[in-house]
């Protein structure tokens, strides 16, 4: 079936440090790849999306590129800010599944 | 409008009592969800409305109960919950159900405290 590895948490890093949260993959199609984030409290909100090889989505200063040879969507920032830290979940979706596959979150903590 | 609109936020129940948990949403999405999510843990699907038919249930226990009203509106009702059911359940919607899902729009969550 569809699973979803991210890297354990969590990630602390200073402000304006550059940020890594890895993310592989296992799909039997070609399943369209999701960043979402939840702030203390509060429930999920989409970040960024790709739905095919090679896109590339991006928002509020976050990127991930759908990378089919190496089964990953990784997420990147370059310099993250305090109000950044919260809860990542990698996710797809599946031309063969009805709803999300979500990993297991990481945490990262951003300190001033 | 690309809300989901959740209540009540915050909910403390007794092992006997019956309450309802709200979800609604105006995007003209046709598939509805409710979520289960523990403490740092990621979201565990409970049940799959698509057109207003339930087309998944998660094997969720049957003190758990979904209702699918209209096309914008999802309820889940509680009865005889046990302390364990704590959590923070997730209302979400798609446009669609089936194949490529897209993009889930979330609520913020009702909090439920049994005690």
């Known amino acids: 079936g569809d699973s979803v590895t991210q890297m354990e948490g969590p990630v602390t890093l200073s402000e304006e440090a550059f940020l890594t949260i890895n993310c592989t993959y296992t799909a039997t199609g070609y399943p369209s790849l999701f960043w979402y984030v939840q702030y203390p409290g509060e429930g999920l909100q989409l970040l960024l999306k790709?739905?095919?090889?090679?896109d590339k989505g991006s928002n509020k200063g976050f990127e991930a590129t759908y990378r089919k040879e190496t089964t990953s969507f990784h997420l990147e920032k370059g310099s993250v800010q305090v109000s950044d830290s919260a809860v990542y979940f990698c996710a797809l979706s599946d031309l063969g599944g009805s709803t999300l596959t979500f990993g297991k979150g990481t945490m990262l903590l951003v300190s001033p | 409008d690309t809300e989901v609109t959740q209540t009540p936020k915050h909910l403390v129940m007794g092992m006997t009592n019956k309450k309802s948990l709200k979800c609604e949403q105006h995007m003209g999405h046709r598939a509805m969800y409710w979520y289960k999510q523990k403490a740092k843990k990621p979201p565990e699907l409970m049940f799959v409305y698509s057109y207003e038919k339930l087309s998944i249930n998660e094997s969720v226990p049957s003190r758990f109960s979904p209702e699918c009203p209209n096309s914008s509106l999802l309820n889940l009702h509680l009865h005889a919950l046990q302390p364990e059911d704590s959590a923070l359940y997730l209302c979400?919607?798609?446009?669609?159900?089936?194949?490529?899902?897209?993009?889930?729009?979330f609520g913020e969550g009702s909090r439920l405290t049994v005690l």
């Open positions: 979400a919607s798609s446009q669609y159900s089936g194949g490529d899902t897209g993009e889930l729009f």
């Open positions: 790709a739905t095919k090889a090679d």
